[in-house]
Structure formats: structure tokens, C-alpha cells
């Protein structure tokens, strides 16, 4: 590992032949993409990635994406960054939370979490119509990373009666390997 990094992100309206042409870039650089999330929302397209490579490298890429920005109709965006700190004593726990949709939830369960100071490091939402009713649902995924010196019994409990004062179906549960 080189230990250069840099995250790049882009947002434009989805069409094939984007990330092809995203990670050929990354690949001509001498690049290599670490870690990544691509979804289309609405009708566009957006990714996050952080490229690693030699210092040389990364220059290389960072001056090759404007271009393909402006080739792909893409607004992209860089910048440097340093390697993920892993602190030993935050332990990641899994969150899943399904409720009829409705404004704040993303909200108020990043309220429960921060209050506690437990950081989130990943989450994924979406909303769906029920199975048979039509109903409006929403889902989210949250991984958070809890203080070993959390006392996991007590912020369980915390979290579900939280969950169940807003009528959301939870589970919290350790990251497994």
C-alpha cells in the first residue's frame, strides 16, 4: 500500500458506460480503487470512491478528471485525503430500522446516536410500497461505531425503547466479521 489517497466523487444523469469509463481513468492512472459506493437516485447517477496510489499517480488522475467530467456530462469533484484512523476501542454495530415512511427519521435516529457521541460510518435508505397495502415504507441500514466503554445492554435497551416511542422496527447487532 502507498498510503496516498484521494476520494473522488461524481453526480450526473445515469446512463450506461460510466463507471467503465470512471474506473478505465482510475486504472490508466496506476490507480487502484479501495473502497466505493455507486447508486442511481432518481435519474442520476452518483459514486463516491477513494483511489489509492503513488503521490505521482494521484496527481495524474486528479488532472485527468476534469476532463472526463466535462466528456461524461459529470460534475466531479477531488480531494486528498489520509488512511481510515481504525481506533481499537470502537466496536461496529449493525442498525436496521423499517417504519411507515415519514419526514425525520433519518434525523431523529442521527439525534439518538450523536447525543451518545457514537459516530455513524455507513448508512443506506430507501423507501418502498408494502407488499399488498401499497403503504409507503421506509428502510435504513446504519453502521455506527460504539466506545468499547459503552455499556452495550444499556444502549440497546435505550434504542429500542426510543424506536418503539416512534413506532420503528429495529435491531441493533454487532458487525460480524
Request: glycine residues 6%; proline residues 5%; charged residues 20%.
Amino acid at each position: 500500500m502507498h498510503n496516498n489517497f484521494l476520494v473522488v466523487s461524481a453526480l450526473g444523469e445515469d446512463r450506461p458506460g460510466i463507471v467503465n469509463e470512471l474506473s478505465r481513468i482510475i486504472a490508466e492512472s496506476g490507480c487502484n480503487i479501495e473502497d466505493s459506493r455507486m447508486t442511481v437516485l432518481g435519474g442520476e447517477f452518483a459514486i463516491i470512491l477513494l483511489a489509492e496510489g503513488r503521490w505521482n499517480k494521484l496527481a495524474k488522475l486528479e488532472a485527468a478528471l476534469p476532463s472526463l467530467g466535462r466528456r461524461l456530462g459529470l460534475t466531479v469533484n477531488s480531494k486528498r485525503t489520509t488512511p481510515a484512523r481504525h481506533e481499537g476501542n470502537l466496536l461496529p454495530y449493525s442498525v436496521e430500522v423499517v417504519a411507515i415512511d415519514h419526514p425525520g427519521i433519518v434525523h431523529q435516529l442521527a439525534s439518538f446516536f450523536s447525543s451518545r457521541e457514537i459516530s455513524i460510518r455507513d448508512m443506506a435508505t430507501t423507501t418502498y410500497a408494502a407488499a399488498h397495502t401499497g403503504t409507503p415504507m421506509f428502510s435504513v441500514h446504519i453502521t455506527v461505531d460504539v466506545p468499547a466503554a459503552v455499556h452495550i445492554a444499556r444502549l440497546r435497551e435505550e434504542f429500542m425503547d426510543f424506536c418503539d416511542q416512534l413506532n420503528l422496527d429495529a435491531v441493533i447487532e454487532p458487525v460480524k466479521g
